[in-house]
């Protein structure tokens, strides 16, 4: 299988004027996308959503599977790829690469399911006063192509092939993916592999396709077309912001559903301090250092009140710090954002502990920060993520001043509550309701790095977390951003749809 750097469109491998340099990657080149091949793309997914949206579920779970088999089949030459492009080391993206097909999988177990699709009738009461009910049927269709924006940080499970393609392919709906810069190579072969299972599936061709090129430039024509009619994005909150306002401004505007980053405060309650102050400062630094501190839901803020414990915990932070070791950044341009957040912290508040010094090209400097609550609460600038591995411990003098913090919260992905039960339940009770306001996932006594495959998943939250509160980007309920409710009333059965025509309820 060679490689191009070239858009596939409508089932074809196509290449455009511009070229663009391809760093770190076994491409030379990457193609840089057209506006006139963009409205190519875009038409193709429009003449191929109404025969795609109409094949049943069973045709779809189908074509999932052979996705997953396809991407199986690469074996050794994705991993080999994702590792030149992104720095991450193998047995990461072994694991990164069975999450992408189990997720695959489980979308199409849930849409082979009997409660798939969620179907809802009201029989017709014809004798009911003062008004007779007519009879209603209500399910969910498909919205139409979808835009998707792959992850730097995840080439195999939040990239082209990802979650948001996944359910969306599930839901019925054509996919275009505007392929991620930092790992084309990779998103090229995961690609081809979509491809396949196309052709095997006999599916139309533009039921999947994928552009190549700059993010603006790129991002914006793709969103801004008209028969785009969704869009999913994991990435910064400048430039998901920047995509959402311009689906927003359409003549028709468009959902935007953009997983946008979090600082994933954890709140340390006395007595979980008190018996273990030490193994919890301990532990956050792994998680903090996990991966280079390069995930969405990195612990960046740790709370506690002062304390023999909180001292505790402080020093295991210190020792654990000094024995972390730099690791390789995603890109370049990472590694400089992430170095400059950590100077503009160091002029705000001191540095409690360092990583070994970076020497080698692109690897990041761990780092943890330290302050008390009232700079905390008067400088929102250290509310922001910061992505690599830099956090804050946050040393408060009264559980108030952490209430406090609590309150003033921005949205959050994640909230964590280090506990021991029964002493700390009182103080968690009182916490739980500000955190459950302000965040998609509460956890206790653990840390947010790593997101569970599942029906109960939540990976989304209130803004600048995510932009719709509502939506998830992991677990079974995305499969809900590219669906829309349709009520049919008193259509005669015969021009129902076939999965409307039996009453699942009996009724």
């Known amino acids: 299988m060679m490689l191009t750097g070239q858009h596939l469109i409508d089932g074809a491998w196509v290449g455009s004027e511009t070229q663009l340099d391809a760093p770190d990657s076994p491409l030379p080149s990457v193609h840089q996308i057209s506006e006139d091949q963009i409205d190519l793309a875009a038409q193709a997914a429009r003449a191929a959503f109404r025969a795609y949206s109409a094949t049943s579920p069973s045709l779809r779970a189908d074509f999932l599977d052979t996705i997953a088999e396809e991407i199986d089949a690469l074996g050794d030459r994705i991993i080999e790829a994702a590792m030149a492009e992104s720095g991450l080391p193998q047995a990461r993206l072994v694991g990164e690469r069975g999450r992408t097909t189990g997720q695959l999988r ?19 009461l014809p004798d009911r006063q003062p008004l007779p009910r007519p009879d209603l049927r209500l399910t969910r269709i498909p919205l139409g192509p979808v835009a998707v924006f792959g992850a730097s940080n995840f080439p195999l499970a939040f990239s082209t092939a990802g979650g948001d393609t996944a359910s969306a392919l599930a839901a019925g709906c054509p996919v275009i993916v505007k392929g991620h810069p ?117 612990p960046g803020v740790l709370i506690g009140v002062k304390s023999a414990g909180m001292d505790a915990l402080e020093a295991a932070v210190i020792e654990a710090m000094a024995e972390a070791a730099p690791q390789k950044m995603l890109t370049d341009r990472i590694c400089e954002t992430y170095s400059g957040a950590v100077e503009e912290l160091k002029g705000k508040i001191p540095v409690l502990a360092k990583g070994r010094d970076a020497v080698a090209q692109r690897n990041g400097q761990p780092m943890v920060f330290k302050t008390d609550a009232p700079t905390w609460l008067g400088t929102p600038d250290l509310h922001h993520e910061v992505f690599g591995a830099a956090g804050i411990l946050v040393v408060c003098e009264t559980v108030e001043e952490m209430d406090a913090i609590a309150e003033g919260l921005e949205g959050q992905l994640t909230a964590t509550l280090q506990l021991d039960m029964p002493k700390d339940g009182a103080r ?76 699942p309820t009996g009724a």
């Open 106 to 124: 489980l979308f199409a177990a849930l849409i082979r399911s009997d409660g798939y699709p969620d179907i809802r009738h009201d029989p017709a």
């Open 182 to 298: 930092a790992h084309p190579a990779t998103a090229e072969l995961v690609a081809r592999a979509i491809a396949k299972a196309v052709t095997r599936c006999g599916l139309p061709q533009a039921t999947f396709q994928m552009i190549n090129g700059a993010a603006p430039a790129a991002g914006a024509g793709l969103v801004q077309h008209p028969e785009i009619t969704a869009v999913g994005f994991t990435g910064s909150l400048g430039a998901g912001r920047a995509l959402f306002d311009l689906c927003a401004a359409r003549a028709q505007p468009i959902p935007f559903y953009g997983e946008l980053g979090s600082i994933n405060p954890v709140f340390c309650l006395p007595k979980a301090l008190e018996t273990r102050g030490a193994e919890i400062g301990a532990a956050w630094v792994g998680s903090l250092t996990m991966g280079a501190g390069q995930f969405c839901t990195n």
């Open 428 to 503: 968690a009770q009182a916490l739980l309701p500000v955190l459950t306001e302000r965040a998609g996932r509460i956890l206790c006594n653990g840390f947010p790095t790593g997101v569970e495959l599942g029906s109960a998943m939540m990976h989304g939250g209130p803004y600048p977390a995510s932009t719709d509160s509502r939506s998830t980007s992991v677990g079974t309920l995305a499969i809900d951003r590219w669906l829309r409710p349709v009520s049919y009333q008193n259509v005669p059965e015969e021009l129902l749809p076939d999965h409307l025509q039996a009453d």
